[in-house]
């Protein structure tokens, strides 16, 4: 309360803090209801409503000639709207722009802006007259159909809303801001917006699933895809939403075989001129390297941006930068808020249709009441014709015998019992309606009145006969305004993350038994061979050798499994690209491994199908079969693939099918194979089950599926080795000991190594030191299972072998169909196709040994 100041003369004391509250409220509702939002019924704010209605009073409708824009602000500033003539000027500019209003509402002469930003030409060059759609707006507002107040100065009356005959708000949207409000209204096509009126007038109880089955959605003018149905069910639910929307492009293809991406719809809202300037600065800051070359070809025919690509470039990835990088994809919020009542409120689209039918029923009705008062004052006028032609010479000589009109008036009334409106009607008609024809004229204006009285009557009693009369004009507005829908909808909208921003190509991926990773293009090997013999291989570390082989899809997880039973996954893109000659990025790098991890298995998959499983196999003889679907997740530091014991240790996973056989080895020379049935399917956190039982000192080698027909090869660490048909092996049950598959003596060592071979198949073999062979697998005698084996390796004292890796004989120019022959550069020999490997999986072992012999 300010102090020291005495209530005397005009001087009050005040809370001042009351008072800047009360103003700043005031401020904030005149801000709200006479500026920033529009009004639920007509779609407007004051200043369009202002213009449109000043245009309307001045004749510019669309039968007369256009006038100067800067006379139509002048109206519009000194009757109705006391602003900036800019503000004015800018907003009549907009009413015209096709690109910015579904419907147009003001129709101009002269240069209105353009969709890059141009600005429009000065208010004194332009012209403008009301649009045909405005008029649909203004219809029968000399009806007393809507409310007038005084403007600012009160020395005119302007209407507080408009008739509205289609769902301005709806159709044309909105968009402003206010003091802590804003509205963000998308525009829609009219032929949907009076069929979902018109469906709400039959269906009160339609709900927003019935709404949206003729009102889909926004129908931006400049066009589009909107991303999904999600957000528009948000916004039409519940007031609120966020929908993206796309430019629409297409690509072509030059006659010198380039590719370039046509842009001809960009997102409602965005300025062209901006987003090629976009692409422009992206391509020089060497974001899309793929474009060679920009130019925009828009004409007033259409919109054509031109996106020349290079050779090489691919357009769906190109066009998928574009709408993470540009605003090709733009995001529009939708906030559904109109003055209801001169009340600010969040409204569905229910609500919206709601209330617009509510305006129109209250048009009609009021516009009926008019109509019936106009009939039936002017009945009552002509029934006073016809009493006066019934008594005209009586009517004749009354008047010809009174001093003055009043006298005349008078004698009438008091003789005919007319009214006085009636008599100064008579008093006024002229001579020539005394004649027969006239007077039928009377009679027939008379019964066609009493006709539209009784109509209106009706009407007036009947909410339904109003309902109809609503749909039946509605109806009329659509077959004049109506046009096909600019913007499609598409089913699912799905945020692009850097996958769609990477070309889906074949890679080749290598992993070392160092631990050393990386990817390059399979076509990179394809010329190589094409160039034939003399190219240097991987530059690798002395006794390291290529373990994992594979060819993938950029778009493909790669699952890292660990000898501590972790798993990590990864995209094949997000691998480090390497060179023919380069060893690669070593693993720990990529993966948060910890101290003596590394890699026992990798596994590639597109998708993780509940139905497909994988088989583990540890060091202690544990198996375990989990669906891949329950590795369909991610952490950084990994999760839980088997849960291993404190002395065990992951060394193989295989994907295994119905039917599959399985064969687990030992380094103690034992071998069992039982059916992959057998273990049954388990959680991803679980231990496993005995899949072979091991004798005191001994352990687990690995694990392969056994193919009928297939061969058991394996190598002692002093070097020698045998191949087995795995038919002489007795399919057991898991959970035993095995049966012997080499004899094992201390000259020749334990096991060191085994795989399925099958025709076709070499043999790489690793020592310790660093030694690498190469053999053919026909080449190793086929001894019995308690056999001894022979030399396939010279392994001198110190030494031993320490792994051994199996690829494709020969160099395919195609991958062999099951059990059929394959044309090699030599040779053709018999490569059957391993049960559950593809054309890709044989390819990647030709690689295999395309490296192998490239690094000889």
């Known amino acids: 309360m300010s102090d020291g100041i005495a209530p005397s003369g005009n001087v009050l004391p005040i809370d001042i803090e009351q008072e800047l509250r009360d103003s700043f409220l005031e401020y904030s509702m005149s801000v709200i209801v006479a500026r920033a939002l529009p009004d639920v019924r007509d779609g407007l704010k004051p200043v369009h409503r202002r213009i449109l209605y000043a245009m309307s009073e001045s004749g510019l409708t669309p039968n007369r000639a256009y006038k100067k824009s800067a006379w139509t602000v002048g109206e519009v500033i000194g009757k109705y709207h006391p602003h900036g003539d800019v503000a004015v000027y800018d907003t009549m500019v907009r009413m015209a722009q096709n690109w910015a209003m579904r419907v ?197 025919k259409g919109m054509r941006v031109v996106v020349e690509l290079k050779q090489s470039a691919i357009p769906q990835v190109v066009l998928n930068k574009l709408y993470k990088h540009t605003p090709l994809e733009t995001g529009f919020g939708v906030i559904q808020l109109a003055l209801v009542d001169g009340v600010p409120r969040t409204l569905s689209l229910k609500d919206m249709l709601s209330h617009y039918i509510d305006h129109q029923k209250d048009v009609i009705i009021r516009r009926t009441r008019y109509d019936l008062r106009k009939a039936q004052e002017r009945a009552h006028i002509l029934e006073g014709y016809v009493i006066a032609l019934d008594n005209i010479d009586e009517v004749i000589a009354i008047i010809k015998s009174s001093d003055d009109d009043e006298e005349a008036a008078s004698r009438l009334i008091e003789r005919f019992g007319l009214s006085q409106a009636q008599t100064e009607a008579i008093l006024e008609m002229r001579l020539r309606r005394l004649t027969g024809l006239e007077r039928h004229k009377i009679e027939e204006e008379l019964a066609e009145l009493r006709e539209k009285i009784d109509w209106y009557q009706k009407v007036l009693g009947d909410i339904n006969l109003v309902l109809k009369i609503i749909k039946d004009e509605m109806a009329d507005i659509r077959a004049k305004f109506a046009s096909p829908r600019r913007t499609e909808i598409t089913g699912s909208a799905k945020d692009l993350d850097v996958e769609d921003l990477i070309a889906e190509e074949d890679m080749v991926v290598t992993i070392t038994k160092a631990g050393y990773v990386k990817r390059l293009p399979v076509g990179t090997y394809r010329q190589q061979r094409r160039g034939g013999k003399g190219v240097s291989g991987v530059n690798l570390k002395e006794s390291d050798f290529v373990e994992h082989l594979f060819i993938s899809s950029t778009h493909d997880y790669v699952l890292f499994f660990s000898n501590k039973g972790k798993v990590y996954r990864m995209k094949v893109h997000e691998l480090p690209v390497g060179s023919r000659h380069a060893r690669g990025t070593a693993v720990v790098n990529l993966l948060p491994f910890e101290q003596d991890e590394k890699i026992a298995a990798v596994i590639t998959t597109r998708e993780f199908s509940p139905d497909e499983y994988l088989l583990f196999a540890t060091k202690n003889g544990l198996v375990k079969k989990t669906a891949i679907s329950a590795y369909d997740r991610s952490r950084r530091d990994g999760i839980i693939a088997i849960n291993l014991r404190d002395d065990d240790e992951l060394i193989a996973v295989r994907r295994v099918h ?131 084996g022979v030399k396939v390796m010279n392994v001198a004292e110190s030494d031993r072998v320490s792994a051994i890796a199996r690829v494709v004989a020969k160099k395919k120019k195609k991958a062999a169909p099951e059990g059929q022959q394959v044309l090699v550069e030599d040779e053709t020999v018999s490569a059957t196709r391993m049960p559950g490997m593809s054309a890709r999986d044989m390819e990647a072992e030709e690689l295999a040994a395309e490296e192998f012999d490239e690094g000889e």
């Open 658 to 788: 119905s039917g599959m056989k399985v064969v687990m080895v030992s380094a103690g020379g034992k071998a069992i194979v039982f059916d992959e049935a057998d273990v049954r399917p388990m959680g991803r956190d679980t231990t496993g089950v005995r899949g072979m039982n091991l004798a005191d000192g001994d352990h687990v080698l690995g694990m392969e599926i056994a193919p009928d027909d297939s061969e058991l090869f394996v190598v002692t660490e002093r070097g020698y080795g045998k191949r087995t048909p795995l038919s002489e092996y007795p399919v057991q049950r898991r959970g035993g000991m095995g049966v012997k598959t080499i004899q094992v003596t201390p000259k020749k060592g334990r096991l060191a190594g085994m795989k399925v071979v099958m025709p076709g198949h070499e043999l790489m073999l690793i020592s310790e030191e660093g030694v690498v062979i190469r053999v053919r697998a026909e080449d190793v005698s086929r001894l019995g299972r308690s056999t001894q």
């Open 104 to 300: 147009p509402l003001v129709d101009g002469h002269g240069n209105f802006g353009s969709i890059d930003g141009d600005s429009p030409a000065a208010m004194r060059y332009t012209e403008s007259r009301l649009d045909r759609a405005a008029m649909e707006l203004l219809r029968d507002i000399d009806k007393e159909t809507v409310d007038f107040g005084p403007n600012y100065d009160e020395s005119l009356r302007e209407p507080l809303v408009l008739p509205s005959r289609y769902p301005n708000l709806l159709v044309n949207g909105s968009s402003g801001i206010a003091v802590g409000m804003a509205t963000n209204i998308p525009p829609h096509n009219i032929g949907e917006a009076i069929d979902a009126a018109t469906m709400l007038i039959d269906n009160p109880d339609a709900t927003i699933e019935d709404l949206m089955k003729v009102i889909p959605g926004p129908d931006f003018p400049t066009g589009g895809v909107i991303m999904g149905r999600e957000g528009i069910v948000d916004a039409y639910t519940t007031g609120r939403g966020s929908i993206k929307v796309r430019g629409k492009a297409h690509v072509e293809q030059t006659s010198t075989g380039k590719m370039r991406i046509i842009i001809t719809e960009i997102p409602y809202g965005v300025n062209k001129s901006k987003l090629v300037a976009k692409i422009a600065e992206l391509v020089r800051e060497k974001k899309l390297p793929e474009i060679s070359d920009l130019r925009d070809e828009s004409d007033r």
